[in-house]
């Protein structure tokens, strides 16, 4: 009676085993990091391209010229010899330099409103810095300027500002 319940059990357990070597067959191979070097040939074609690739409003035509530009720019990437990137990659990695930096700007000026204490800031990379440097005055780091409201804050005063602005329209 137990002997046709091994028997399936361990048929079970053989196929379980097929199934896993198959599935590490079709793993793929996971690329190299970026080096710094490839960062660095990103970093230097964005900045000769930035209004094109960083232009929101944008037609079929500026479409296709930012396609062609991230090709080129994969191309150049890929002939440094690390590996073969594609402009997706290229431009995934221009997304997320460009989000780490804007979250180490964000920090630097929240702990320059700050007073003492604390924790230290970390060290950032080069790449980081540059990127910061580069996207500085964009409403994606420092938002879209408008009227301010008075010295401390006042809600009263607020109101009577946006009043004042509104009534002139």
Not at 1 to 23: C, G, H, V
Not at 24 to 46: A, L, S, Y
């Amino acid at each position: 009676m137990l002997l046709p319940i091994i028997q399936d059990f361990n048929k079970k357990k053989t196929s379980l085993k097929k199934k896993m070597a198959d599935t590490d067959q079709k793993k793929r191979d996971r690329k190299r990091n970026f080096t710094e070097p490839e960062i660095n040939v990103i970093q230097d074609e964005v900045e000769k391209n930035f209004s094109l690739l960083n232009d929101k409003f944008s037609t079929a035509k500026a479409n296709q010229k930012k396609l062609e530009v991230w090709s080129n720019i994969s191309r150049m990437v890929s002939a440094l010899g690390v590996a073969q990137r594609t402009p997706k990659e290229c431009k995934d990695k221009w997304g997320n330099t460009k989000k780490e930096a804007k979250k180490v700007y964000s920090l630097a000026r929240k702990e320059q409103r700050q007073t003492g204490g604390g924790p230290e800031i970390k060290l950032v990379t080069p790449a980081i810095n540059r990127t910061i440097d580069l996207c500085r005055d964009s409403a994606a780091f420092n938002g879209i300027g408008g009227f301010q409201t008075s010295v401390n804050g006042n809600l009263c005063s607020f109101i009577h500002q946006f009043k004042l602005i509104s009534f002139r329209f």
